[in-house]
């Protein structure tokens, strides 16, 4: 199985900054994308941004030109630079993770969720 913890989340006001952290965690496995979702009050949980093994980036339209999603392959990492925030930014973000854990007879394609941390936008 593979455990990613997030990190960053907090209180900044409108026009901050703020970035998050994930780290992912586990044995015997390999990461493909990685990602950030989040979810506000009331609202399904929706895509923020991916980014695959190779870099290859995709953004919300509602964050383009304001984040920036990046990963550090050998800390198994990825992290999302948010400037320019908005209040609608606000919401629990959750890092995601696609990838392959070996098993000792067999291997599979498993989705992991962080737990989330809180980022609210607010004077």
């Known amino acids: 199985q593979v455990q990613l913890v997030e990190s960053g989340g907090d209180l900044v006001q409108p026009g901050g900054s703020l970035r998050l952290s994930c780290a992912a965690s586990g044995s015997n496995f390999r990461i493909y994308s990685m990602g950030w979702y989040r979810q506000a009050p009331g609202n399904q949980?929706?895509?923020?941004?991916?980014?695959?093994?190779?870099?290859?980036?995709?953004y919300a339209f509602s964050v383009r030109g304001r984040f920036t999603i990046s990963r550090d392959n050998d800390k198994n990492a990825v992290y999302l630079q948010m400037n320019s925030m908005k209040p609608e930014d606000t919401a629990v973000?959750?890092?995601?993770?696609?990838?392959?854990?070996?098993?000792?007879?067999?291997?599979?394609?498993?989705?992991a969720w962080g737990q989330g941390t809180q980022v609210t936008v607010s004077s």
Do not use: F, Q
């Open 45 to 58: 949980r929706e895509l923020v941004a991916t980014i695959t093994s190779s870099g290859s980036t995709n």
């Open 93 to 111: 973000y959750y890092c995601n993770a696609e990838a392959r854990v070996s098993y000792s007879d067999y291997a599979a394609m498993e989705t």
